[in-house]
């Protein structure tokens, strides 16, 4: 699967872009801040319904616009799909594939996987446990839409069970109301619990594989994957605790807290490991998941690299850009502030390519290599 053709308006700093990419590498040179990154999360929109780093959409429309409208037309198992997004200031969301609109936005997640590695990913390492969270649901929801559904519905029931909780501790109501409301946690807790665990331990191998090729098998990492259904029957639990949530007006145990433990060398990444080990981590993390969203998919999924060539020594990026040239990865987009870098790069891998220099939103071809 690639993308062959993109036309954005008024997204971020950029107010109009019509580019046609090529099936293997596309690299963008520019400054920070001149837009390479907003044209990945741009890409990013297309694969998710939304932006991979603001939340609110309305953020998104270029300063004193009304609107923003992402189009892209890709290849998909030989056959072609042509997506739009449009937001307007305080209106709905609008998600059409072949021009039929979406009812549920969550029916188009899986369609065109894609991976993104950002040094924004570091949020993975230095924040709470939800961004670990986020990250394994994200990757699971794009081949398997019952887990999808699954999350949703545990986070309905949670927010209905939070609400009742505030209820009677206001009103010091009877607690055994809560049980309708325990038992559905309880039952759609184990079955993401079981997802997430399986996920994890198919996930740790292939990542170990990644991260000892771009260390040198210099650094001892581990993902431990830890949540309250390791701690015997959860419906107990939540019995146990009902008099507690009530205190805190809000339910303590249950898959929401689940995390999992990033170690190097047996102690905690975020506190020991140095910046270069810190990015390694998170390459290696993210080239797994590729490797997972292709097995279960049978699609690649597109590989967007934000400038994460920088903090790297260069023994990691020389086994990176080696992994890259590999025709394990199809369709790659590259960012990049140096265009010496990006010109040493391409010489060492023999794959068609496309530069595209930026400047204040605006993408010109530099250089194109191949149709």
């Excluded at 996930?203 to 594989?209: A, D, G, I, M, S």
């Excluded at 850009?321 to 023999?350: G, M, P, S, W, Y």
């Amino acid at each position: 699967m690639h993308i062959k053709h993109i036309n954005i308006i008024n997204f971020k700093n950029i107010t109009q872009a019509e580019l046609s990419f090529s099936p293997g590498i596309n690299c963008f040179v520019g400054a920070n801040g001149s837009g390479k990154t907003n044209m990945l999360d741009a890409f990013y929109y297309l694969s998710f319904c939304k932006s991979y780093f603001s939340s609110v959409d309305s953020m998104n429309i270029k300063h004193d616009e009304a609107f923003f409208v992402i189009q892209g037309e890709y290849d998909r198992n030989d056959e072609d799909e042509n997506i739009y997004c449009g937001i307007k200031r305080n209106q709905k969301k609008q998600f059409k594939r072949n021009k039929k609109e979406y009812s549920r936005l969550s029916d188009h997640i899986g369609l065109l996987p894609l991976v993104i590695i950002s040094p924004s990913d570091e949020q993975l390492i230095t924040e709470g446990s939800e961004q670990r969270r986020k990250y394994i649901d994200s990757v699971v929801s794009q081949y398997d839409k019952v887990y999808l559904n699954r999350v949703i519905r545990y986070n309905r029931v949670l927010l209905q069970r939070n609400a009742l909780l505030k209820q009677l501790r206001e009103n010091n109501g009877n607690l055994s109301a809560l049980e309708i409301w325990d038992s559905q946690l309880a039952e759609l807790g184990e079955q993401i619990f079981m997802q997430r665990k399986e996920f994890i331990n198919e996930l740790e191998p292939v990542y170990n594989h990644y991260h000892s090729y771009l260390s040198g098998d210099n650094d001892n990492v581990k993902l431990i994957y830890r949540s309250h259904f390791q701690d015997g029957e959860f419906s107990k639990q939540l019995e146990q605790n009902r008099q507690k949530d009530v205190i805190l007006g809000y339910t303590s145990r249950g898959i929401h807290k689940d995390d999992i433990e990033l170690t190097l060398d047996g102690y905690p990444i975020k506190r020991t490991a140095s910046q270069g080990q810190k990015k390694t981590f998170l390459i290696a993390l993210k080239l797994a998941q590729f490797d997972f969203l292709f097995k279960h998919g049978g699609i690649k999924p597109i590989l967007l690299l934000d400038d994460i060539f920088d903090k790297l020594d260069e023994m990691r990026g020389e086994r990176l850009i080696d992994l890259v040239a590999e025709d394990h990865f199809k369709q790659i987009f590259i960012t990049d502030t140096r265009q010496e870098h990006l010109d040493n790069l391409l010489k060492k891998i023999d794959k068609e390519h496309r530069i595209f220099k930026v400047s204040n939103g605006e993408f010109t071809i530099a250089e194109s290599n191949g149709n």
